[in-house]
């Protein structure tokens, strides 16, 4: 089993730990976390959040400027991987190798949102594992029109910083046993 990964997403209504999953999503991965290393994601706000669906972000300021993406990756959605409750998937076109950047947060079980038979999904890549309130809030946020946008935040949701949790490593063979 591959080591886990996990990146710690601070935003300004909290943190929210995302657990990665390299072994059945390794393309989405790698792509995630080569603009988590880079910092692309700070800064930039949840530009989309619909209660009682999914918070969609990595794409804009919060003046809803577009921020330039890397090349489109190819879609993992058939890697077994549900969009339940807490799990993490790209956002994409409606071409289904067109995600980049942008990423969603589910609020709930959208099934419907799977690859089935001859229809593409998209692609599951991890899972909260802390923050479920911080989901919540960011999901019950008031929401309007600004521009060409729907379902935009009133007061920005921001992601100050996004970046990869360290392991702390096992110190089993120095620690003194006490009798």
Same mark, same amino acid.
């Given at each position: 089993?591959?080591?886990? @990964?996990?990146?710690?997403?601070?935003?300004?209504?909290?943190?929210?730990? @995302?657990?990665?999953?390299?072994?059945?999503?390794?393309?989405?991965?790698?792509?995630?976390?080569?603009?988590?290393?880079?910092?692309?994601?700070?800064?930039?706000?949840?530009?989309?959040?619909?209660?009682?669906?999914? @918070?969609?972000?990595?794409?804009?300021?919060?003046?809803?400027?577009?921020?330039?993406?890397?090349?489109?990756?190819?879609?993992?959605?058939?890697?077994?991987?549900?969009?339940?409750?807490?799990?993490?998937?790209?956002?994409?076109?409606?071409?289904?190798?067109?995600?980049?950047?942008?990423?969603?947060?589910?609020?709930?079980?959208?099934?419907?949102?799977?690859?089935?038979?001859?229809?593409?999904?998209?692609?599951?890549?991890?899972?909260?594992?802390?923050?479920?309130?911080?989901?919540?809030? @960011?999901?019950?946020?008031?929401?309007?029109?600004?521009?060409?946008?729907?379902?935009?935040?009133?007061?920005?949701?921001?992601?100050?910083?996004?970046?990869?949790?360290?392991?702390?490593?096992?110190?089993?063979?120095?620690?003194?046993?006490?009798?």
């Amino acid at each position: 089993m591959a080591e886990t @990964i996990d990146v710690r997403m601070s935003t300004n209504k909290g943190d929210m730990v @995302i657990r990665l999953n390299p072994e059945r999503a390794p393309v989405t991965v790698k792509n995630f976390l080569s603009y988590v290393d880079k910092g692309y994601y700070n800064n930039l706000i949840f530009h989309r959040v619909i209660n009682g669906f999914m @918070i969609q972000g990595g794409g804009f300021s919060a003046s809803l400027e577009k921020k330039s993406t890397s090349a489109a990756i190819k879609n993992e959605s058939t890697n077994g991987l549900s969009n339940r409750r807490g799990t993490i998937s790209m956002a994409r076109t409606s071409n289904p190798d067109s995600a980049t950047a942008q990423f969603f947060i589910n609020l709930k079980n959208n099934d419907f949102l799977n690859a089935s038979v001859g229809r593409p999904g998209y692609a599951v890549f991890g899972e909260l594992v802390e923050g479920m309130k911080v989901l919540d809030t @960011i999901g019950a946020v008031k929401t309007g029109r600004k521009g060409s946008y729907s379902d935009v935040p009133v007061q920005p949701v921001i992601i100050l910083k996004a970046e990869r949790v360290l392991k702390e490593k096992k110190k089993a063979a120095t620690t003194k046993k006490v009798s």
